[in-house]
């Protein structure tokens, strides 16, 4: 065995060994992979190995479908057998939603060029002769859909990783990963020690024990899973082809062809979880008892369907265990406060994603970031927050709504409230519906009655719709009050404090103390990895306001540059709270409170300074994220509460009240601001987006040789703003959300990144990127997977010129 490696990966699953493979690819010959058994021992061996090509989230299509092809060539590469079987899947849509929710994905299919159509009742019931398709109003074939042998793939994963130079040892469990000064990790087997540069932890159910060695925990829970595979069927044995598998997510079910049966796996509400206190270090290839009346409903579901499946005996059950995230996606990439200790745990999916997770963790482990955002994936997207509670929750709503659409903007309860700030109760008591920001409670919009949860439930116009719009209206008429305590904010503070950001940042570091300056960070690939206000309030301090969903992603950056001698960089995000003054009488509202001029003569756009506001110490900033004239007021959280009431009061007067992130969504795409997570991205280089102008390429800053290549570069294309046809969006009763493809003339140009009704300009609106497309000219916008013709604008709708900012 060897002693050294560039990394070691545990975990000889189908993830493990697909990881090893592409980092093999990738130019790494000396891994090692270690398997405390055999390898697909765990959840891996008994998986269903359903394979698909098309998720709601863009970039998972995009890899789902590297997966799919990769298998075949897989074959080739290295002679063992991936058990592939392709004859297509059905996807079928009872309802209105799920309709709209295929008609998106056939869309953004023809935008990436992939097989993904309408069929009609005639051409399915010749594809798959035994469904019943009595209620369906819609249909869909993938052709490339199917399933493989889950002990082939994960075989041949391996096979390519040996051929490539990779050392596989079984039965060597890890007992120690001891982390050393220098960033390298000593990984300690029975079979010896290895030094490695690299720690992948890939170790599937066994993910929160092997974590637990390097003092980590994950927020991870296994689950019961049960399908069961039905006796020889005569309808199948006399065909001379492989049936379809039926994709009848309404119906709660899944099924394909076993053999010459059907298997049907189902995931049931009345859910079972296995092992809370930890995986048994013994588990292997055991099963649990069967529990077939578990899923009785789900199964005459697929009956009701498929009316072979109840004429036939059922000739076996599988119920294994599953390891799932609150969210249901893989917990994926390094550990922010951690060097080169990655991680890949809680895949559902695995044989629809294990090729693209393997590629895209050995872009990250050896490039130093992934060709494609996935933040959806990226492990920093949960905290300390998540504990086993929140986690048990959230997994078991996952399990049980497991085929439930997750609407755009949808916000679901369970595991709620994980976090909250003092003001929550009153904002609560006023109507507050909330939903979730990286584990706080941030009020979305204020309904008529206290208590209400949001019902977003498809992805037309929501109930909530009406009263956002009314939130935005009061903002641009007259001054609207929004929390922003969500938004993370850090401090820096020493003598160095200046040097290091010049460091950090792209953008100057403001010079005056009370001068603000927007800067972008950039990437490995020079790419925007984020955005940040940053604010001079002392000669020795800064303040830097960003993302706060991306608070512990941006945890790698900061980290990345050592902090100078007696320097200090710390979050104040859970020590301070914030909200946001705007609209044309928010100096209105706020002069009664203050004994500070607020007049643009003394007080400008971007500028700050500590000020008092009805006796309140606050960190006052002149900008807003609305577009329109603002304060943010960054207060102590234990005076949230006082400030809240005191601006509530101060509004009353002057017609102006709580407004929640639903109208912000709106006020920003009125005014053409790009958000992070949405048009702010490492795929995104700064002049793609409109931030050239604030890199400073002569100065040194973090990735800056990366920023000056790609900004050198052509434009693969640029952000801008569309107005959807009123008429249509009114008939279809729907705007675009973010995601959907961008059409001229039949050919893909594009695609938004955020969408949402403009109430003050009367307009639907889009942000996106589009190439070879010019101001004026007339696209196509597939909202709801149907086409709505959109107008590239010039200029933003609301106040182009930035005077209300100014005013």
């Known amino acids: 065995m060897r002693t050294h490696a560039q990394a070691v990966v545990i975990g000889g699953g189908v993830i493990g060994c697909s990881i090893l493979y592409h980092l093999t690819k990738a130019g790494w010959r000396d891994v090692v992979l270690l398997e405390r058994d055999e390898l697909t021992s765990g959840s891996t061996w008994h998986a269903a190995a359903n394979i698909h090509g098309l998720h709601d989230n863009n970039n998972i299509t995009r890899i789902q479908n590297y997966t799919m092809d990769l298998y075949n060539a897989l074959e080739e590469e290295t002679g063992q057998s991936c058990g592939v079987f392709q004859p297509g899947s059905l996807y079928l849509a009872q309802t209105e939603a799920r309709e709209h929710q295929l008609r998106l994905q056939a869309a953004k299919a023809a935008y990436y060029g992939l097989k993904f159509h309408e069929v009609s009742r005639q051409e399915a019931e010749t594809l798959h002769p035994l469904v019943d398709f009595d209620g369906i109003r819609c249909i869909m074939f993938e052709p490339s859909g199917g399933n493989v042998d889950p002990s082939g793939v994960t075989n041949a994963y391996a096979a390519g990783a ?339 950001l010049n460091g950090l940042f792209a953008n100057t570091m403001p010079r005056e103390v009370g001068r603000s300056c927007l800067t972008p960070l950039i990437g490995k690939r020079g790419g925007i990895a984020g955005d940040f206000t940053v604010t001079r309030t002392a000669e020795d301090t800064f303040w830097i306001i960003g993302s706060g969903m991306a608070e512990r992603y941006h945890q790698r950056f900061f980290r990345s540059l050592p902090l100078p001698q007696d320097t200090v960089f710390e979050s104040m995000t859970g020590a301070y709270c914030g909200f946001n003054v705007a609209g044309p009488k928010a100096r209105d509202l706020l002069k009664p409170l203050t004994d500070t001029s607020l007049a643009t003569a003394d007080f400008g756009f971007t500028r700050a300074r500590w000020i008092t506001v009805a006796g309140i110490e606050c960190l006052a900033l002149r900008v807003s994220f609305t577009g329109d004239l603002g304060w943010e007021l960054h207060c102590a959280q234990s005076d949230q509460l006082a400030l809240w009431d005191a601006l509530l009061a101060a509004g009353e007067g002057i017609g102006a009240g709580p407004v929640g992130s639903r109208a912000l969504m709106s006020l920003r795409v009125e005014k053409g601001y790009g958000s992070w997570g949405r048009e702010y991205s490492p795929e995104y280089w700064p002049q793609e987006v409109g931030l050239e102008r604030l890199c400073k390429t002569d100065k040194p800053f973090l990735n800056r040789d990366a920023a000056v290549e790609t900004m050198a570069r052509p434009s693969r294309e640029r952000l801008v703003v569309l107005a959807l046809d009123k008429a249509q969006t009114d008939a279809s009763q729907a705007d675009a959300t973010g995601g959907e493809p961008i059409f001229r003339d039949g050919v893909g140009v594009g695609r938004t990144t955020s969408g949402a009704y403009g109430y003050w300009v009367d307009m639907s609106l889009a942000l996106g990127f589009v190439r070879d497309v010019e101001a004026g000219e007339v696209v196509e916008v597939m909202v709801l997977g149907r086409a709505h013709k959109a107008t590239v604008l010039a200029v933003p709708p609301f106040d182009p010129e930035g005077t209300r900012l100014r005013m």
């Open 162 to 500: 040996r051929q490539n130079g990779a050392e596989i040892i079984r039965f060597c469990p890890v007992t120690a990963t001891e982390a050393q000064k220098d960033g390298t990790w000593i990984v300690r087997t029975p079979k010896g020690d290895i030094h490695t540069q690299w720690v992948v932890n890939a170790a599937g159910l066994w993910g929160r024990e092997v974590a637990a060695l390097a003092g980590l925990t994950l927020p991870l829970q296994p689950t019961e899973h049960q399908y069961f595979v039905t006796e020889s069927i005569a309808e199948i044995e006399g065909l001379d082809r492989r049936l379809p598998s039926v994709a009848d997510r309404d119906g709660e079910y899944y099924l394909r062809q076993e053999g010459k049966g059907l298997l049907v796996g189902a995931y049931e509400k009345d859910l079972r979880f296995w092992a809370e206190d930890g995986t048994p270090q013994g588990f292997g290839h055991e099963l649990f008892a069967d529990d077939l009346e578990r899923i009785e409903e789900n199964m005459l579901r697929a009956i009701d369907r498929v009316p072979a499946v109840g004429m036939a005996g059922v000739k076996r059950v599988i119920n294994g265990p599953m390891i799932w995230t609150p969210d249901a996606n893989v917990l994926f990439g390094p550990v922010p406060e951690m060097s080169n200790y990655f991680c890949c745990n809680g895949i559902i999916p695995g044989f629809s994603q294990s090729g693209g997770m393997g590629l895209l963790a050995a872009d990250w482990i050896v490039s130093g970031e992934t060709r494609y955002d996935m933040f959806a994936w990226d492990m920093a997207r949960f905290g300390s927050w998540a504990d086993a509670a929140f986690t048990k929750a959230r997994v078991g709503d996952q399990y049980a709504n497991r085929f439930k659409i997750h609407y755009p903007g949808e916000e679901r309860s369970a595991g709620r409230p994980a976090r909250t700030r003092p003001v929550y109760a009153a904002q609560r008591a006023r109507g507050a519906v909330f939903g979730l920001n990286y584990g706080w409670e941030h009020p979305l919009y204020y309904a008529d009655r206290v208590g209400e949860q949001d019902k977003t439930e498809g992805f037309t116009r929501q109930d909530w719709w009406p009263v956002v719009g009314a939130e935005a209206r009061m903002l641009r008429r007259a001054a609207g009050i929004i929390d922003i305590s969500n938004f993370a904010k850090y401090r820096c503070k020493g003598p160095g404090a200046e040097a290091w």
